[in-house]
């Protein structure tokens, strides 16, 4: 993540603001090991920083992201800004967004921007970035297998921290976070076809939660992760653990909008064709299948609970797993990259 500390803050530190300075040496101990960077937005000069004696021990690296600063006109990463909070929400109190006593987020419609206070900065920033998913053992694995297929390097435990949401009791999670931390929430749309009305009472729990946190919420555009598992890794994985038969490999024979939504740990069974809507999106293929006989006789079974575990093996056919969502992949890994 990009940090800019306010020039206020600077000057309050130069004129012997002991607590101030302490603040701002625990931000740039950060910055020297590499969890955030530094960019100066308003600061003229370093000379009378790297002078001083609370500061003179990170010289070079203050030296160094100044002279980034200066030749670099646009950031991949939104900024962070941390400052002095008392006067600042009276100057952008039309657009403010989010306000705690030290969190404000800002949008004029142009610029989404975030400032912190130097309080903030033991939860906000010393802590990695939270990914609170439902599932931390599933979760983690696919996350990491799509973040190293896209960027060939693993995620950065030092910057990231995956919590277990626990299904259902992931809402009660979210809402325990008092201080400020940097928060995504992952989680799957658990649509069972498209336009599945239960699911956007779902995600509309979620927004509402989110969106009083300040956390930043994704959802999967598929019922879960184990519906981005390709056909080629699942196919292997299946064989390799004997759960490839003439119940289960009906499943590959579906067509692939289909397979979005398809319960892979479970399957397809009588009971859940009750369901009108259901049973219209699987009609026509589950004929298509078994060659126009009864449909009943064309239910699919699923490859059980642990048929995640595929991820483990997802580097092997890394382009595969790449083209089943390369554009929502490349969108979450980039969200993670910025809140990083």
């Given amino acids: 993540m990009v940090i800019s500390i306010s020039n206020k803050l600077w000057q309050s530190a130069l004129n012997g603001d002991k607590s101030i300075a302490i603040g701002i040496r625990s931000i740039l101990s950060l910055i020297e090991t590499a969890q955030h960077s530094l960019h100066?937005?308003?600061?003229?000069?370093?000379?009378?920083?790297?002078e001083n004696d609370e500061f003179i021990s990170f010289k070079d690296v203050i030296r160094s992201y100044y002279t980034q600063s200066y030749y670099t006109s646009e950031l991949e990463s939104e900024i962070v800004r941390v400052t002095d909070m008392n006067s600042l929400k009276e100057t952008l109190d039309t657009y403010i967004e989010h306000y705690t006593d030290k969190l404000i987020e800002y949008n004029n419609g142009s610029e989404n921007m975030k400032f912190i206070s130097l309080d903030a900065v033991k939860t906000y920033l010393s802590e990695p970035l939270h990914i609170v998913v439902e599932n931390s053992n599933s979760d983690k694995l696919f996350f990491s297998m799509i973040y190293h297929a896209l960027h060939n390097k693993n995620l950065d435990n030092r910057k990231v921290k995956f919590v277990h949401g626990g299904g259902s009791e992931t809402p009660k999670i979210?809402?325990?976070?008092?201080?400020?931390?940097?928060?995504?929430?992952?989680?799957?749309?658990?649509?069972?076809?498209?336009?599945?009305?239960?699911s956007e009472e779902k995600i509309a729990e979620y927004f509402t939660i989110c969106n009083e946190f300040n956390h930043k919420?994704?959802?999967?555009?598929?019922?879960?992760?184990?519906?981005?598992?390709?056909?080629t890794l699942l196919k292997k994985w299946a064989i390799d653990n004997q759960k490839l038969n003439t119940k289960t490999s009906k499943y590959f024979d579906l067509p692939k909008e289909v397979k979005k939504f398809f319960d892979l740990k479970k399957g397809l069974c009588k009971k859940s064709l009750e369901c009108p809507n259901l049973s219209a999106f699987y009609n026509q293929c589950l004929v298509d299948i078994n060659d126009g006989e009864n449909v009943e006789n064309a239910?699919?079974?699923?490859?059980?609970?642990?048929?995640y575990t595929a991820f483990e093996n997802a580097l092997d056919f890394s382009e595969?797993?790449?083209?089943?969502?390369?554009?929502?992949?490349?969108?979450?890994?980039?969200?993670?990259?910025?809140?990083?």
């Avoid at 979210?174 to 239960?198: A, F, G, M, Q, T």
């Avoid at 239910?299 to 048929?307: A, M, Q, S, T, Y």
């Avoid at 390369?326 to 980039?334: G, P, V, Y």
């Fill in 217 to 231: 919420l994704i959802v999967l555009e598929r019922r879960e992760i184990e519906n981005y598992i390709p056909d």
């Fill in 174 to 198: 979210l809402s325990s976070y008092n201080e400020p931390h940097r928060v995504i929430c992952i989680i799957d749309s658990d649509k069972l076809y498209p336009n599945d009305p239960k």
């Fill in 299 to 307: 239910l699919i079974e699923g490859f059980g609970r642990n048929v």
């Fill in 320 to 340: 595969d797993l790449v083209e089943e969502a390369k554009a929502e992949f490349e969108f979450i890994t980039k969200i993670i990259d910025m809140y990083a």
């Fill in 40 to 50: 100066f937005e308003s600061v003229e000069s370093v000379d009378k920083i790297i």
